[in-house]
């Protein structure tokens, strides 16, 4: 069996919907086995001609049609028509009329996790991006904006606590241990945007209080048992809900937000208006059971669905190229909010990191997309970093263009113009352009050119006229379907330092228009020669490619004043150490620059958390994008090498460090987190230590660790030494864990993410491996293919054929996840040419045995595409 790849969508081809839905009004019946769902929608027709509904996986029981205030009567059945994909109604009454449907759709048969499905007993719905047509018959797309109100009724012993969107109104008990409940919305919505929960939850309640003085309920729904590790959660959204007064003048605008954590979900959270659904990942966290990462994780997503409340749900999107519009402004949101909440710079690069981790990669390879791109085939697969991450970039170099005051002056306008509404980029940008009296039609490019810039900087000084000339020339490569590229604005923040800490000119921004441009840099005569600082706090989502050596190099990081910019220069100074060392052109790690590492590490030592980011070493795939072809095990051993010799320089403050007992009692805010970050860094560099010690030494650590964070970083750590300490440690913390399954996720990623193919197959082997739950799949396939890559793409093949039948079987149960674990192949083509064949043949035997649309999306452009 071959599937085809879905039919491509063009944002050239939106029209309007033909009718608007005033009112919609659903009843659930609802069981795990059969949900019956009636709807009626008020409607009134904006034009003429049939009407279109989409439907997906329903059975249909009636369809019904009445004129406003009659009583409706069946449709004839030669008056509409059902398809796979949903209903027309060919000629639907010229005025207002309601349209009544009653549907039964199968939670328990729902492994896709997309519409009304079941998790761990009890029901609950995701409906972006187009899930709610696996729910009822309606016109799916984010423009067509209605009032709900859901009446739900079912079992009260299966389903005590029954939620939905808005603010509850009449609930109470009904014969045969039925209850029933009812929820009204007073905003508009998407239907991508409904939600529905029916379960039994312990609830952790708490209470807002706005600006405006509104008293706002809290709950946060968990596993019974485990309402006190919602409490960070609980704290996170309070100061997301301050946050967004403070910083953006947004007030909470219902009387209740609800929470429910679900432990089978296809992403992070969703946004569903006043009812947030998240994965169980990133709500439950205790210091014995989620690691600082965790934490920090928590507080980030929590803050970005509720900054959706505005900046998706009450402004929406047109349709869902404009995907953007809140994705990327929501995690522009989320980052400032946790930048305010920890250290500014370290927030900053590690944003950067993965930025250039995930996006970067996504850029350089056949996935590559523009932020808001012209076509797309399945919109689950348009959820990526480059609509994320990228699109969150585009509007921080527009904040940083027009000042925080106009952008400030600007979000008002817009949130003031288009409350209520579905827009585009366009409307956004019309706000700014509005209050700046700039015209930004050359930044909006950013929006539609695929690839990431990259600027050349060249140098030259003149003594005689103390100038600095500084040449820039950008260029971006080909993309799939963009073979051409223009350039773009690229705001450069820029200094030029004086090598003892300080400024010869202070740091200014220069937007960088053309192809080419020279730049003149006076200084006063006599003056020495200037040092010039680029891309500080990585103004633009750019690479900057300078000619310079070594010693420029390391000179340039001592005078640094920017912390991104310190950080960053050693990063391309070790990315270059690394491959010089794979390549076979260098054989042992540099001194200088070990010794540079480690005394910005001893430098940074008020700083903890960013002396802990001074340790890193590039991930293997990062490095992937310097030099063709890849060759990932050379490059893992290279890697290796290196963190060797940073250990043995660093070796006195590492068993320092650890000596000292971690901080106590356990806060996971984030001074704490930062002294915490500093022996996680050590930890990592100890597992690289060639002594026959380094592995009784973590032994002791792993035994001791007060918390997850230390669990888990001397359990990583011990995967990289030999001998009995290692398999002892899994043993030990499987036998602690194994009724915690978010912990025992943690238990299969290490492994996975460390390990061999053979290890993998093991894992996957395990009795507690669960094809229908994305986590568990995740953190053995995600992990392995993501996150260790020279086993994934060893030259053999032995690590894609580890996990081919898997991620077949995987799609089968849920092709978003199914397609996910496929883009781990989206850097094929840059691999070494035993492993790119072997991972060619691979995708190419996984199309042969069928894949779903979404996963035939991903294998093939990975296969077609290339430059
Ligand atoms: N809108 C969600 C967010 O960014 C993410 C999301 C999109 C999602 N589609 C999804 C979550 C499907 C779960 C399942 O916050
Ligand atoms: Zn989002």
Request: charged share 25%.
């Amino acid at each position: 069996m071959r599937t085809e790849t879905p039919v491509a969508v063009k944002l050239k081809d939106y029209t309007p919907y033909p009718f608007e839905i005033t009112v919609v009004t659903l009843d659930f019946d609802l069981g795990a086995q059969k949900t019956v769902v009636k709807a009626a929608l008020s409607i009134t027709p904006r034009g003429q001609g049939a009407m279109r509904l989409d439907g997906e996986a329903l059975h249909l029981n009636y369809v019904a049609v009445g004129l406003a205030g009659e009583p409706s009567k069946p449709v004839d059945p030669a008056d509409f028509t059902v398809d796979a994909r949903g209903l027309t109604l060919h000629a639907p009454p010229q005025q207002p009329f309601v349209l009544e449907t009653e549907v039964e759709i199968s939670p328990e048969a729902n492994t896709a996790l997309s519409g009304l499905y079941l998790s761990g007993g009890r029901l609950c719905t995701q409906c972006e991006a187009e899930g709610f047509r696996r729910i009822t018959f309606y016109p799916d797309r984010p423009d067509v904006m209605s009032s709900f109100r859901v009446r739900m009724v079912g079992p009260k012993d299966e389903f005590p606590i029954l939620l939905s969107n808005g603010t509850p109104g009449a609930s109470g008990d009904l014969a045969n241990g039925r209850h029933y409940a009812e929820w009204i919305d007073p905003h508009k919505k998407p239907a991508y945007l409904f939600a529905l929960c029916a379960g039994d939850y312990d609830v952790l309640r708490d209470t807002f209080t706005t600006m405006s003085g509104k008293h706002v309920d809290l709950g946060i729904h968990v596993d019974k048992g485990d309402a006190p590790r919602a409490a960070w959660a609980m704290d996170a959204l309070k100061r997301s809900m301050r946050w967004d007064e403070e910083a953006y003048g947004r007030e909470y605008d219902l009387g209740v937000f609800n929470i429910v954590a679900v432990r089978d979900f296809n992403f992070g959270a969703m946004e569903n208006k006043g009812l947030n659904i998240f994965n169980s990942a990133y709500v439950l966290a205790d210091e014995s059971t989620a690691t600082d990462f965790d934490f920090e994780a928590i507080e980030s997503i929590v803050a970005h669905e509720y900054f959706h409340n505005w900046t998706g749900n009450r402004i929406t999107c047109r349709d869902w190229f404009q995907l953007c519009l809140k994705e990327g402004l929501t995690v522009f949101r989320d980052q400032n909010f946790s930048a305010d909440m920890r250290s500014r710079p370290v927030q900053r690069i590690k944003d950067v990191i993965k930025l250039r981790a995930r996006q970067f990669a996504e850029d350089a390879g056949p996935l590559a997309h523009a932020v808001r791109p012209d076509t797309y085939g399945a919109i689950d697969n348009l959820y990526t970093a480059t609509v994320y991450e990228k699109g969150s970039e585009l509007i921080g170099m527009l904040r940083r263009m027009i000042g925080n005051d106009k952008y400030r002056e600007g979000m008002d306008l817009y949130f003031a113009r288009h409350d209520g509404q579905a827009v585009t980029i366009e409307d956004y940008y019309a706000c700014f352009e509005a209050v700046s009296g700039r015209d930004l039609s050359d930044f909006r490019r950013w929006y539609a050119q695929a690839g990431t810039p990259e600027v050349r900087v060249t140098e030259a000084w003149d003594p005689a006229t103390g100038t600095l000339k500084v040449e820039l020339s950008q260029s971006v490569k080909p993309t799939p379907g963009q073979p051409v590229k223009h350039p773009l604005p690229i705001p450069l923040l820029c200094a030029l330092l004086d090598g003892k800490g300080g400024h010869t000119a202070e740091p200014f921004l220069h937007v960088l228009e053309k192809s080419n441009e020279t730049l003149e840099l006076k200084v006063p005569p006599g003056s020495p020669r200037p040092s010039l600082s680029v891309g500080r706090d990585f103004s633009a989502p750019i690479r900057i490619d300078r000619n310079l050596t070594r010693e420029d190099r390391l000179a340039l990081v001592k005078a640094e004043t920017d912390p991104f910019n310190k950080w960053d220069g050693l990063q391309t100074l070790i990315k270059d150490e690394i491959i010089a060392l794979s390549d076979g052109s260098q054989t042992n790690p540099d001194h200088e620059l070990v010794a540079a590492i480690a005394s910005a590490v001893r430098g940074a030592n008020d700083d903890p958390a960013y002396a802990a980011l001074l340790t890193r070493l590039p991930e293997v795939g990062e490095l992937f994008l310097e030099r063709q072809q890849a060759d990932p095990v050379a490059l893992a051993a290279a890697q290796k090498k290196l963190k060797t010799a940073l250990y043995h320089q660093l070796a006195n403050e590492v068993s320092e460090t650890l000596k000292a007992a971690p901080p106590a009692p356990y806060h996971p805010g984030a001074e704490q987190a930062s002294i915490r970050a500093m022996r996680t860094a050590f930890i990592g560099l100890l597992s690289a230590s060639d002594s026959r010690d380094a592995a009784p030494a973590l032994y002791g650590l792993y035994e001791r660790a007060p918390n997850m964070t230390e669990r888990l970083s001397t359990l990583r750590a011990l995967m990289f030494t030999k001998g009995g300490a290692k398999s002892e440690a899994i043993s030990h913390f499987e036998a602690l864990w194994k009724n915690n399954p978010l912990v025992m996720d943690k238990w299969f990623s290490v492994q996975a993410s460390t390990g061999t193919a053979e290890d993998v197959k093991r894992l996957i082997a395990h009795p507690a491996f669960d094809l229908k739950n994305p986590n568990r799949v995740r953190s053995v396939i995600g992990a392995f293919a993501m996150q260790n890559l020279a086993a994934f793409h060893a030259p053999d093949g032995s690590g894609y054929r580890a996990v081919e039948a898997t991620i077949l079987a995987a799609d089968k149960v849920n092709p978003a996840l199914g397609a996910r674990l496929i883009t781990a192949f989206e850097q094929w083509r840059l691999l070494e040419p035993k492993a790119r064949a072997e991972a060619e043949a691979c995708l190419k035997r996984l199309v042969e045995a069928g894949l779903s649309e979404n996963a035939m999306d991903i294998a093939g452009r990975a296969l077609a595409g290339g430059a």
